[in-house]
């Protein structure tokens, strides 16, 4: 059996449980100082601290001495939109000089543009370009991650990105979670249609990509102008019966029920939120859903920030945070950043960054039982950071503080 022993580490902060955290439990991180984790076959085996080592800790195959720097849990990036084609960077000066969405739009510009281009790159473009997306998210400390696809919107190219996941996460170090969105954006020749574009991934596409095991999860942009609430419930009823999980994209401009919807049918999460109000957070605290919270867009965007505060204080909501990766709205995969955001726009406390980045996120994609916490007999996932405490990764910006990326029990970055 191959075993692994990272020993002095200065501290070793973690979640605790398998279950998402809420209200002050959010904020509660297992310290432990002067620890050591032994991972034998990829699994935690066994955890000492004050010093102490692991019984079979003579007989590792491999050491690593973390110099008394922190280490916690891999990290856990719950929300992207990570598999497209082309850039948008040429938008930037059209939105320099005054053009909004709508105009970027009507240039054949915005979401049209990627959709143009995800139908038009091959197989082996999107794996390779994807490929190297996770690279740079693992280096950043992130070892789970979810993605969506959503830039096909037909059922041909919606399947290729989801067979093109796939064969990332049988190749690739990073556990990859599949979400199919094909109701992400209504095109123009749906405009007027959406009740038949809903009804078309109700009998065909889920179907087909259900009976093809491509993705876990499903997802849907209910928001003025996109999707409504009738049509999500339907959508997303329907999905639920094929046996996905659901999640859904709710309140990112207005707040015309995406949140309550959520909660509703107790959606595993709901993302965005910026704009949620009252009834939306009382109807996913009463529904167990977590706030896939995206500070990145915001920040990219210039909009408001969610209440994330009142989340957590006054709702008890199980709050996570993610990137939101994608090519118009959010173009960085850099998890550490949304935790430096987290820091200074949520008025977070380091340990419910954390968690949010860690426990929650686990949750939110099916895998808390098996990472999220740095517990025995959970997956070996971890990061040796360069730095002594969690306070100094949430204070540090700009820089990568990932000195040591764990996977499995191997050294991945």
């Known amino acids: 059996m191959a075993s692994l022993l990272i020993k002095n580490i200065g501290i070793l902060q973690t979640p605790v449980g398998s279950y998402s955290h809420r209200g002050k439990e959010q904020?509660?991180?297992?310290?432990?100082?002067?620890?050591?984790?032994?991972?034998r076959d990829g699994i935690i085996a066994e955890i000492t601290a004050d010093g102490a080592l692991p019984e079979d800790a003579s007989e590792a195959d491999e050491i690593i001495d973390a110099e008394g720097k922190l280490v916690t849990p891999g990290l856990v990036e719950g929300h992207t939109h990570m598999i497209f084609g082309g850039y948008r960077q040429n938008e930037i000066p059209l939105?320099?000089?005054g053009a909004g969405y709508l105009d970027i739009l009507r240039a054949g510009g915005g979401i049209?543009?990627?959709?143009t281009k995800t139908r038009a790159a091959g197989f082996d473009e999107l794996y390779d370009k994807t490929e190297g997306f996770l690279d740079e998210m693992m280096s950043l400390g992130v070892t789970t991650c979810e993605a969506k696809s959503g830039y096909g919107i037909d059922l041909e190219t919606e399947v290729k990105l989801l067979e093109v996941l796939k064969k990332l996460n049988e190749d690739h170090p990073m556990d990859i979670v599949s979400t199919f969105m094909p109701a992400h954006v209504v095109l123009e020749d749906w405009k007027g249609r959406e009740d038949e574009f809903i009804q078309l991934c109700i009998d065909e596409m889920?179907?087909?990509?259900k009976e093809r095991n491509l993705a876990e999860f499903i997802d849907i942009f209910t928001e003025d102008s996109v999707f409504n609430v009738e049509q999500s419930r339907k959508y997303l009823e329907a999905a639920r019966e094929l046996g996905f999980g659901l999640k859904i994209h709710a309140d990112e401009i207005e707040a015309i029920g995406g949140s309550v919807l959520a909660g509703?049918?107790?959606?595993?999460?709901?993302e965005h939120l910026i704009v949620i109000d009252e009834a939306g957070m009382e109807a996913m605290a009463k529904g167990g859903t977590t706030a896939m919270c995206l500070p990145g867009t915001s920040f990219y965007l210039g909009a408001t920030f969610a209440p994330v505060r009142r989340m957590i204080d006054e709702y008890k909501i199980p709050v996570a945070m993610a990137s939101d990766f994608n090519p118009g709205s959010c173009p960085s995969l850099n998890l550490q950043f949304v935790m430096n955001l987290g820091y200074l726009k949520y008025r977070m406390m380091p340990e419910e960054i954390l968690t949010a980045v860690t426990i929650n996120p686990a949750c939110a994609v099916n895998r808390g039982d098996v990472v999220g916490t740095l517990e025995a007999g959970k997956q070996g996932d971890l990061v040796i950071w360069n730095a002594e405490n969690l306070e100094m990764l949430c204070y540090r910006f700009g820089?990568?503080?990932?000195?040591?990326?764990?996977?499995?029990?191997m050294v991945v970055a």
């Open 27 to 39: 904020g509660e991180n297992l310290k432990l100082k002067n620890a050591a984790i032994l991972i």
């Open 95 to 97: 939105k320099l000089k």
């Open 112 to 115: 049209l543009d990627t959709v």
């Open 206 to 209: 889920m179907p087909y990509v």
């Open 264 to 270: 509703e049918m107790k959606a595993t999460s709901a």
């Open 399 to 409: 820089s990568n503080l990932a000195e040591t990326v764990i996977k499995k029990g």
